[in-house]
């Protein structure tokens, strides 16, 4: 157990759809980073939070957005969902800027859009 | 954006072969790391290399960083049905200040026949 959780494990939807993923970091950790990976394209960084700010961003779709409370558990909003976008999302912490090689993935959200 | 070339794609041997895979970068890293992700699971840290050269090793896991620090390896000795998983190797490039990023390359599946 890594000590991330990701709610929730599993998410069937349509096209067209809205939803919500649910990251909780490892206590302590200030850094949440979000990755999709899928069978072609692998682990895909999409964006990172430092202590509720936006830090780096990757390959992220303007349909999708994040955003870290000040409890530091984040959300990745994935909207007008497209078939494509079927993939394993995962959540990954870090305790700090300096340190970000060693990341703590959760289990991670398979979504599948219909 | 920088990109890491991470060959073999795919490696399927009998229990007792070695296994090596390699990363490869046009342009020097910061530093590299190495994850493993067992099927169905999560990538999981296994290793940070930081100086031209440097060798590293976990039991029957060697790890070696290029001395132009632009290509890594990772070689498995005698392998066992427990190394199966993908390996990504997971550069740190240097985008200014104190902001490193970390991309992971598309990782190679290790399958092993008992």
């Known amino acids: 157990d890594s000590g991330v959780t990701q709610t929730p494990k599993h998410l069937i939807t349509a096209t067209g759809q809205r939803v919500t993923l649910r990251c909780s970091p490892r206590?302590?950790?200030?850094?949440v980073y979000w990755y999709q990976q899928s069978l072609d394209q692998g682990l895909q960084f999409l964006i990172q939070?430092?202590?509720?700010?936006?830090?780096a961003k990757g390959n992220i779709l303007e349909r999708f957005s994040a955003q870290q409370f000040p409890d530091l558990h984040s959300e990745l909003n994935l909207s007008s969902l497209e078939l494509g976008d079927s993939a394993l999302y995962f959540c990954?912490?870090?305790?700090?800027?300096?340190?970000?090689?060693?990341?703590?993935f959760g289990a991670g959200t398979r979504l599948s859009v219909l | 954006g920088q990109q890491v070339m991470q060959i073999p794609q795919y490696q399927h041997v009998q229990e007792g072969e070695d296994f090596t895979t390699y990363c490869n970068s046009s342009?020097?890293?910061?530093?590299i790391q190495w994850y493993k992700q067992r099927p169905g699971g999560h990538p999981v840290f296994l290793i940070q290399?930081?100086?031209?050269?440097e060798v590293k090793k976990q039991k029957r896991l060697t790890f070696q960083f290029g001395e132009a620090k632009k290509n890594s390896s990772l070689h498995i000795t005698a392998t066992q049905t427990t190394d199966v998983g993908t390996y990504f190797c997971?550069?740190?490039?240097?985008?200014?200040?104190?902001?490193?990023?970390?991309?992971f390359g598309k990782g190679t599946l290790l399958t092993v026949n008992p």
């Open positions: 990954a912490s870090s305790v700090a800027p300096g340190r970000e090689y060693i990341q703590y």
């Open positions: 206590s302590g950790d200030l850094s």
């Open positions: 939070y430092y202590n509720g700010e936006e830090r």
């Open positions: 342009t020097t890293l910061s530093n």
């Open positions: 290399l930081v100086k031209s050269g």
């Open positions: 997971a550069p740190d490039y240097y985008s200014g200040g104190s902001n490193y990023k970390l991309t």
